[in-house]
DNA sequence: CGGGAGCTTGATTTGCTTCAATTAGAGTGG
DNA sequence: CCACTCTAATTGAAGCAAATCAAGCTCCCG
C-alpha cells in the first residue's frame, strides 16, 4: 500500500482526468469558475486508499458525509429488501459518481461494495457546499447535475421495468459499452467487473436466465463472450433488440 | 368559470392548506422562513384557471418554468416510449407536487395530465430561486426536497419492479390510501382517479390481470371494490401481501 | 334506447422461474 | 505441479404467472 493515509489531496490535473465524464466537472464548466475557484473545488477533492474487492465504501443507514467519483475498478449499489435480500441498484464505473441518493436524507439509503479493487474520489459535502455559497450560481449549479444525476438512474430503472429479458440484457450491455466508451476505452470489447448473478440480480431475472441469454446473443452472432470477456459485434441488431419485438414498420400507421 | 386569469396569487393561509403534506412546506419549516420570507413566498404561488379533464398541464418537450402543486383533483404523469405507446411513471393526488423532474433539463420530460377537473398552483422556478437566493438556507433546503422527490418516485418504481402483479396492485392501493389519508381524507375507502386501464399501464401489467386481481383480492376479502370506488377490507393482509410470497420468519437464519 | 368504450371473463400460449444435475474454473494444500 | 474442493456458471426438464387472444358484458353518454 503505497498510500498511508486516505486525505492526501489529489492535483487538478487528476481531477480532470478523474471527471472527464462525470457530474464534477460539468459543476465547473458552466459556471465558469476561475482558476482560482477551480484551485478551491481542488482542495477538497480527497484520494482514499485503494478499496479492496468485497468491502464496502459506505453501507446504508451511516452517515452521509460525502460524495464519491470512481477513478478505476467498479463498485455495486444495492439495498436490502424487507425480507433480507440483496438488490442491486446500481453499477458504477470509472469516471462516475456515487453517495448522490444521500443527500435528501442525511444517510445513506444503499451499500456501495467495491466489485473488483478500486480507487476512489471523495468529496466532503459539507466543504462542497461551503465552497457553493461563496461562489455565485456554483449552489444553482449543484441542483441541476444533482437533479440530473439522480434522474438518469431513474431512467435506467425506468427503461429496465416492463421489458423482455432479452431487452434487459441488451440494454445494460448497450449502456456498459457506452460508458466505456465515455471513458476511452472501446464500446464494443470490454470485460463485465461483475459476476453474472449480479448482472441477473440487477435485471431481476434468474441466473439461469441471465447464462440461457448470453448463449443466445452468441448464438445469434450478436456478441461474443468468454467468462467476463464481451464483445459486442452487432451493435445495430443489439439496439433493434431493445425496439419493442415486433419490428416497427418504421412508418406511422 | 369563475376565474378569469390564472395568475391570481394565493393567500398565505391557501398556501398551508394546499401544501400541507407537500414539499413546499418542508422547504420553508426547516429554513426558519419569518412572516416576511412567507409573505415573499406568498406572493410568488400563482393560482391557476381549473385544468379540464384529458387536458395536459404541460407536455414532455415543452420548456420547464414552474414547478406545479395539485390542489383538488389528479393528474398523471407518463411519458412516451420509442415506440409510441404511453407509459405512466406516476400519479398526483391533492397536496402533491410534479414537474420537478424538468429541473435538471430545463425541459419536462414527461407530460402532466389531469385525470379529472383539478385545480393546480402554479409556482415559477425562476422567482422560486430568485427568492432562495436572497433568503439564506432556503436554496440548500431547496436541493434537499428536489432530491427527495425525486429519489421518491425512484423508490416507488423499484418497488414495484421485480414484484409479482398481486404485490403491485396491493402497493399501489395501500400507497393511495396512505396519500389520501394525509390529506384528511378517509385511508381506507376512496375514489380511485384513473380508469383500470391507467392502473394496468403504470403497474407494467395487462388490463385483463388487472380485472382478475381485483376480483381476487375482493375474493380473498382483502378489499371491497365497486368502479372506481375502493374500500380497504384488510390492509394488514394486503400489507402481507407486499412482502414476499412466503411468510418470512422474521428471524434471522 | 342504441352505441361504444371500458371492463370482465374464459381459453390458450409464452417467457421466465424453479428444480435438479452437471461442468468448469479458481483457489488451496499436499 | 497436480489432485481436491468449492463456488460460479451452464444445461435440461417441468411448472407457473402473466400475456395474449377472443368473446361477452355493463355502464355511461348521447
Redesign the interface.
Known amino acids: 500500500m503505497a498510500d498511508a493515509d486516505s486525505s492526501q489531496p489529489l492535483r487538478l490535473q487528476e481531477i480532470k482526468a478523474v471527471c472527464k465524464t462525470c457530474s464534477l466537472i460539468e459543476l465547473c464548466l458552466p459556471v465558469g469558475l476561475d482558476r482560482e475557484d477551480v484551485d478551491a473545488l481542488d482542495g477538497i477533492v480527497q484520494r482514499r486508499r485503494p478499496l479492496e474487492k468485497g468491502s464496502a465504501l459506505y453501507r446504508a443507514g451511516t452517515r452521509f458525509a460525502a460524495v464519491y467519483a470512481v477513478r478505476t475498478g467498479a463498485l455495486k449499489s444495492s439495498?436490502l429488501?424487507?425480507?433480507?435480500?440483496e438488490?442491486i441498484?446500481a453499477f458504477h464505473l470509472p469516471g462516475e459518481m456515487l453517495g448522490?441518493?444521500a443527500?435528501?436524507?442525511g444517510t445513506h439509503?444503499s451499500t456501495a461494495m467495491a466489485l473488483e479493487t478500486s480507487s476512489i474520489c471523495e468529496i466532503p459535502f459539507a466543504e462542497l457546499?461551503g465552497l457553493a455559497e461563496q461562489v455565485p450560481g456554483l449552489?444553482?449549479q449543484?441542483?441541476?447535475?444533482?437533479?440530473?444525476e439522480?434522474?438518469h438512474?431513474?431512467e435506467m430503472?425506468?427503461a429496465?421495468?416492463?421489458r423482455t429479458a432479452e431487452q434487459r440484457l441488451a440494454i445494460l450491455l448497450l449502456s456498459l459499452g457506452d460508458r466505456f466508451g465515455r471513458r476511452g476505452m472501446s464500446p464494443t470489447r470490454f470485460l463485465l467487473p461483475m459476476s453474472r448473478q449480479d448482472v441477473s440480480n440487477y435485471l431481476?431475472l434468474a441466473p439461469e436466465t441471465m447464462s440461457r441469454l448470453f448463449k443466445r446473443f452468441q448464438d445469434g452472432g450478436w456478441i461474443t463472450v468468454n467468462r467476463r470477456e464481451v464483445r459486442l459485434e452487432d451493435v445495430a441488431a443489439l439496439k433493434a433488440l431493445t425496439?419493442?419485438r415486433e419490428m416497427?414498420l418504421r412508418r406511422d400507421p
Open positions: 439495498v429488501s424487507e425480507d433480507g435480500e438488490q441498484t448522490l441518493d443527500i435528501s436524507f439509503p457546499e449552489q444553482r449543484l441542483l441541476r447535475v444533482m437533479s440530473k439522480i434522474f438512474e431513474q430503472l425506468q429496465l421495468a416492463r431481476g425496439n419493442n416497427p
